[in-house]
């Protein structure tokens, strides 16, 4: 079996396509994968480090904008889509699939869209409740789009066919043990707080857990690993200037970017985030206990409605961005971490909502396709 994935851009694309390829690496031992990626996206870092072969081709997104600088990026994309379908079409006919799966962004367009027009059995996954553009695009062209949830059905066209499977959780977030990991990491007893904002990092975000984060350098409350981002270079100086020297406190584990997240997650006993689809679903599979920060910078507020079914189903607690300060981050943390009664709660009501089995239906769905079962 020969499989293609085409995600990137995020690692809500890329992360889905990862756990995808690594589900059905464990099933089948003679499979051979190959990714396609974006030219100088994440996906060019995440997916040789997970083990896989990824090649590239180039693609933008169009800008909403009508500055000059945006309608030259604009004529630009324009470009990219026809070269990147020529692109495409090389990679494919050298690889010979039997499959193309998609998992969004601006980069499984052209691919998904060129595999199909090969003949070659296509297959996508959407992770969102509202779902983006690409994937709206492709699902005509496509045997099955996959959804994590039902709600997505009604931005679709009705005569698609769909299957509901959850999303894809990797296999190390399933199996990953929090005493075990706080071992990894070298961890002691105190609580745990794991923050983030996504891959590139939220500024807002930032500097509201630049308080909580100074604060534990100050007086070892918690243990804390927190990722700022691609852009958030700015952090650690921010906190030095809040008091405290990241360099000299061994509870502070401040960086870039999480690459060992499984880890990670399970070694924490509070999760501060956004609220995207495969963020959540992994806080769910682990059950863990999280203070959601919805960015209210994407289509239709999914992220908010993604945030509040945890919190509705008291899994989950919410800071609106517009609320959100240091202080009230450290209220709102300090609240949970001191009621071990709730945060199991909190964990109880979130591992419910999981589901972790999201990886068989969708290589039930994958065999399908391939006439298999």
């Not at 709730?342 to 909502?353: A, C, F, I, V």
Request: hydrophobic share 40%; glycine share 8%; charged share 25%.
């Amino acid at each position: 079996m020969k499989v293609l994935l085409a995600g990137g851009g995020t690692a809500g694309h890329i992360n889905p396509a990862l756990a995808i390829a690594g589900y059905i690496k464990n099933k089948r031992s003679d499979a051979e994968f190959l990714f396609i990626g974006n030219r100088g996206g994440m996906e060019q870092r995440l997916v040789p480090q997970a083990g896989f072969d990824i090649k590239s081709i180039t693609i933008s997104g169009f800008k909403r904008s009508f500055s000059p600088k945006s309608m030259l990026e604009n004529v630009k994309t324009v470009s990219r889509t026809f070269t990147s379908s020529r692109e495409a079409k090389k990679i494919i006919a050298e690889f010979k699939p039997d499959i193309c799966i998609g998992t969004g962004g601006y980069v499984s367009g052209p691919v998904i869209r060129t595999a199909a027009k090969m003949g070659i059995p296509c297959i996508i996954h959407e992770q969102n409740a509202y779902p983006g553009i690409t994937n709206k695009m492709l699902a005509k062209s496509v045997k099955k789009v996959m959804l994590a949830v039902p709600d997505a059905k009604k931005y679709f066209d009705k005569n698609v066919d769909f299957v509901i499977t959850g999303n894809p959780v990797r296999q190390e977030i399933l199996t990953a043990k929090k005493e075990e990991s706080r071992k990894e990491l070298g961890l002691d007893n105190r609580p745990v707080v794991l923050s983030f904002g996504g891959s590139l990092g939220a500024r807002k975000i930032n500097e509201a857990v630049a308080d909580l984060v100074a604060r534990s350098g100050i007086d070892g409350r918690y243990q804390h690993i927190h990722a700022y981002g691609s852009y958030g270079d700015w952090f650690p100086q921010l906190v030095e200037e809040k008091g405290t020297d990241i360099a000299d406190c061994p509870n502070l584990d401040i960086r870039p970017y999480i690459d060992n997240m499984p880890t990670c997650m399970a070694a924490a006993d509070l999760v501060i985030s956004r609220a995207g689809a495969i963020t959540l679903s992994e806080i769910q599979a682990m059950g863990k206990p999280a203070i959601l920060i919805p960015s209210p910078n994407v289509a239709e507020n999914h992220q908010y409605h993604n945030a509040m079914a945890l919190v509705n189903a008291g899994a989950a607690d919410i800071i609106e961005e517009k609320d959100l300060t240091g202080a009230a981050l450290m209220r709102k943390a300090d609240k949970m971490l001191l009621n071990p009664e709730k945060l199991e709660k909190y964990s109880e009501n979130s591992r419910k909502m999981a589901i972790t089995d999201a990886n068989e239906r969708i290589y039930s769905v994958v065999k399908k396709v391939l006439g298999l079962v």
